[in-house]
């Protein structure tokens, strides 16, 4: 049996040859909608998601037709209406994942990766490629990862990220944000309602496969498949690896609609409008009373926004929905409402993520010195989510290592060491006999 190409050898290929291509409507791809990392304000519908259901399913279309011809003539035996889950995460962890050191790259140090100008930029990137093909290393991309590299206006230097990102992650990337958030906030229900203490999101769930890595997908087939064609079909998307790639993705989405549709500018001035406000409120409070505040609004704002539905869905689930207000009143006149400490207890110790966000957001608003800018967004995106699941966090990004360093100071649960550059890296990789 041949052996397979390593990283390496694969990203080398890719360099000399350029990537495969692939060239493709009743079957459809349904994605959650990724909604913003800002608990303050919504900007779902144009920033992140604009585009997207069409560009999915142009991808889905193409990839159909690759597979099979459409059905035709009389159907025997078909079937009604039904969906599948694409990936499953807990698989995806166990073949790609487990075993290995998880690290995740900042888009300024794939930028160091790809282009290899310096010394160290070029051993880093060796010493990734051997990590990831002897087992001992991946480096899972993410929602922010991904869109940075679609946002880039040079199709050359997309294509060349693009090949090493691919020879890192494995086509692992993180769970959407959004997803994530609902898994930490199923286990704030067990914290809630189950006087569960010990109940957490564990890693083997906050990953899936680069076409997922803007929310969960589901295939949706129409009434009047017949079974052989479903089985068809389900087996060329096992079979067929290239459109689980970034550079998959690269080929064949358009840059500028996706660019178009990703109002950054939006996003900062609402920050800023926010971030006045909330400087505006803190005048003559002292620095400690204002990010207590600061804090506990952003955590009853993510608890709106995140956990709260998924409390709903989950007593819906477990009591039923007539039943919601009976198990609710239970629970208050048991442990109380607690306020804001037992909502801060809560955070720390089930929903590690979405207290790490609150801590961040916090954070920036307590920055009389900083501006908000648009680049802003990508860092909430990288850094919600990563650190916690992560064992390494590599950044060139002084202000964001800052902030992260700072977090795990104050007692946040973040799994990942905080590095600054690929020269750490290589140390980091070296020390653990990498």
């Not at 994605?31 to 604009?50: H, I, N």
């Not at 693009?162 to 890192?168: F, K, P």
Request: hydrophobic share 40%; net charge neutral.
């Amino acid at each position: 049996m041949p052996s397979q190409p390593s990283s390496a050898s694969r990203l080398a290929a890719k360099e000399e040859n350029g990537g495969g291509q692939l060239t493709t409507t009743g079957l459809r791809l349904r994605s959650e909608p990724v909604t913003t990392t800002r608990p303050l304000m919504d900007m779902s519908g144009d920033a992140q998601t604009g585009g997207w259901k069409r560009i999915l399913r142009g991808r889905t279309g193409l990839l159909l037709r690759l597979a099979m011809s459409t059905p035709a003539g009389a159907f025997t035996d078909t079937l009604p209406a039904f969906s599948v889950r694409q990936f499953e995460p807990e698989k995806i962890y166990a073949e790609h994942v487990d075993g290995r050191r998880v690290i995740y790259l900042d888009n300024n140090i794939w930028i160091d990766l790809r282009d290899a100008k310096t010394d160290e930029a070029y051993v880093c990137r060796g010493a990734c490629l051997r990590a990831v093909d002897e087992g001992r290393a991946i480096f899972p991309l993410s929602y922010g990862a991904v869109s940075e590299v679609l946002h880039n206006p040079s199709k050359e230097a997309r294509e060349r990220q693009a090949d090493v990102m691919d020879a890192l992650s494995l086509g692992v990337t993180f769970r959407a944000p959004h997803v994530v958030y609902a898994l930490e906030g199923e286990a704030a229900y067990g914290y809630f309602y189950r006087n569960d203490t010990t109940a957490a999101v564990s890693r083997s769930q906050v990953f899936t496969l680069i076409p997922d890595h803007i929310g969960d997908g589901r295939l949706e087939f129409p009434a009047g498949w017949r079974p052989d064609d479903v089985a068809k079909f389900l087996g060329f998307m096992q079979r067929e690896a290239s459109w689980r790639t970034l550079r998959w993705h690269v080929d064949h989405l358009d840059h500028e609609e996706i660019a178009k549709h990703h109002q950054l500018g939006r996003y900062e001035s609402a920050m800023a409008e926010v971030v006045a406000k909330q400087r505006e409120l803190a005048r003559g409070e002292s620095k400690t009373k204002v990010r207590a505040r600061l804090l506990t609004q952003e955590r009853v704002a993510l608890f709106n926004q995140h956990v709260l539905p998924a409390l709903r869905r989950a007593l819906i689930r477990d009591v039923g929905i007539e039943r919601i207000a009976e198990e609710s009143d239970r629970v208050l006149r048991e442990h109380g409402d607690g306020g804001p400490e037992r909502l801060a207890q809560v955070f720390r110790a089930a929903t590690p993520s979405l207290e790490l966000l609150a801590q961040l957001f916090a954070a920036r608003a307590l920055d009389t010195n900083g501006k908000p800018k648009a680049t802003d967004f990508w860092d909430t995106e990288h850094a919600s989510v990563s650190p916690v699941y992560s064992d390494a966090f590599v950044t060139a990004d002084g202000g964001l290592r800052t902030l992260l360093r700072t977090q795990r100071e104050r007692s946040v649960d973040m799994r990942a060491e905080i590095l600054g550059s690929v020269h750490d890296l290589a140390r980091w990789l070296g020390d653990r006999g990498e």
